[in-house]
Nanobody
């Protein structure tokens, strides 16, 4: 019912920057929390950053000071600006959103994932 579409992943050198974007689409929905998670093969998915509809944010310690999450509520998008990228940031990044439609209870939605590779 709510679809998340990601863009912006790719290959970048250490110290470089990337900007990920995620657009939510659907009918009469509101996403209270949106954010980004990442996963490396053989490891569990971990939280990178989340942001609420009123602007509260939370970052993983490993990205604090380097990544910035933001959202555009009228456009139902969430962005992740990634600076000073390190090889250990290499992962598949997934957009996540907790959204409700009308009076229906909120549900958890995931994007398809976008590969971020930091390498020389």
């Amino acid at each position: 019912q709510v679809q998340l579409v990601e863009s912006g992943g790719g290959l970048v050198q250490p110290g470089g920057s990337l900007r990920l974007s995620c657009a939510a689409s659907g009918n009469m929905f509101s996403c209270y929390v949106m954010g980004w998670y990442r996963q490396v093969p053989g490891k569990q998915r971990e939280l990178v950053a989340i942001i609420t509809d009123d602007g509260n944010v939370n970052y993983a310690d490993s990205v604090m000071g380097r990544f910035t999450i933001s959202r555009d509520n009228p456009k139902n998008t969430v962005n992740l600006q990634m600076n000073s990228l390190k090889p250990e940031d290499t992962a598949v990044y997934y957009c996540n959103a907790q959204c409700s439609q009308g009076t229906i209870l909120p549900r958890n939605y995931w994007g398809q994932g976008t590969q971020v590779t930091v390498s020389s």
